[in-house]
């Protein structure tokens, strides 16, 4: 397993991680909790590398609203979850039979199906979170047609019962920032960028965010980029610009690190817009793939390219502010 950092060591039931560990906040990762065990011998990274094939169990914890990002509860119960799917009062427990496998859909005191359990042979964390995704995924988006209702999974932890060991999937909590006296001015043309920044923000879909993002790069590098030069042609000004650069950052994955330095227009036009802009526009890629938002794999493609698509948004931003400052 490469890309895991060891945080903490604890004996208790409960540790504290500092935020910044978790990293960049909104961006989702999991924490693998190894339990260590009197009788076992191996070292910890053969049991985090373990690829043989064997035996998970994953469980979700649904809810009515997003998850949260803070706390993190590993040993969450149907009594910690809810949805808006209530069952009759004589049945106990649901078992779905899918082609992806069955599932248990436990319910809460309230009758509401909160708890979903699902056991699977994989050979790491990753493929036993594809398996789930491809066998409970499909059930949940036909309820929630069928019911007219959202659902959301708040947690998910997924045991590998070899190794005893636990991973939580998580969203990176957000810190505390210090905003002044709220004195500083900004330009009125920057209003819709404003906007579609705090929706990316609010988000709880890495898809929906996504589109918020490519939706102001697109706009600063394109209509609203030009306008801006135009009015100092209008005004006789010389603009001096920074160039849109993707910036540097050490958590990016690695198939993307390559792309640091390189223009971010060169960025958007082909890797944001053919791999994934257009299969969110017109149902599917340019090689044909459709855009399966219930798909494990494609939620994990959105999820590795959030973080380098919010660094490249914020630069752009710095940068036509900058602009828009030289024509005040």
């Not at 604890?10 to 540790?15: D, M």
């Not at 779905?96 to 964390?125: Q, W, Y």
């Not at 879909?205 to 209509?223: A, H, M, T, W």
Request: with cysteine; aromatic share 8%; glycine share 6%.
């Amino acid at each position: 397993m490469t890309g895991v950092t060891y945080l903490a060591f604890t004996e208790a039931p409960r540790l504290d991680i500092p935020v910044d560990a978790l990293g960049p906040g909104g961006i989702r990762g999991d924490l693998h909790v190894l339990a260590i065990m009197p009788d076992e011998k191996r070292p910890d990274a053969e049991r985090l590398g373990d690829k043989t094939a064997r035996r998970f169990r994953v469980s979700a914890r649904l809810s009515k609203v997003p998850a949260a990002s803070g706390d993190l509860k590993g040993d969450f119960t149907a009594e910690d979850g809810a949805s808006y799917f209530v069952s009759p009062e004589q049945i106990h427990l649901h078992r779905v039979d899918t082609p992806g496998g069955r599932f248990d859909v436990a319910k809460n005191a309230n009758r509401e199906m909160a708890l979903v359990t699902f056991d699977c042979t994989a050979r790491d964390v990753g493929e036993a979170q594809a398996t789930f995704a491809n066998a409970v995924y499909p059930v949940l988006d036909h309820l929630a047609f069928m019911a007219n209702v959202p659902v959301h999974i708040a947690a998910l932890r997924v045991e590998d019962l070899n190794n005893n060991c636990t991973t939580l999937t998580y969203t990176a909590p957000y810190k505390p920032v210090s905003v002044g006296s709220f004195a500083q001015q900004f330009a009125l043309d920057m209003q819709p960028v404003y906007a579609l920044y705090r929706e990316a923000r609010n988000a709880s879909s890495d898809f929906y965010r996504f589109l918020c993002y490519y939706k102001i790069l697109e706009g600063l590098l394109g209509k609203m980029r030009a306008a801006v030069y135009q009015r100092a042609k209008t005004l006789n000004r010389t603009l001096v610009a920074a160039r849109d650069r993707v910036p540097e950052c050490d958590d990016y994955p690695d198939g993307l690190k390559d792309q640091t330095g390189k223009s971010i227009k060169h960025f958007l036009d082909s890797v944001l817009t053919p791999e994934f802009r257009n299969a969110m526009a017109h149902f599917a890629t340019d090689d044909g793939t459709v855009l399966l938002m219930s798909d494990h794999a494609h939620q994990l493609r959105y999820a590795n390219i959030m973080l380098i698509t919010e660094l490249c948004v914020r630069t752009v931003i710095a940068n036509h502010e900058t602009l828009l400052r030289q024509l005040a």
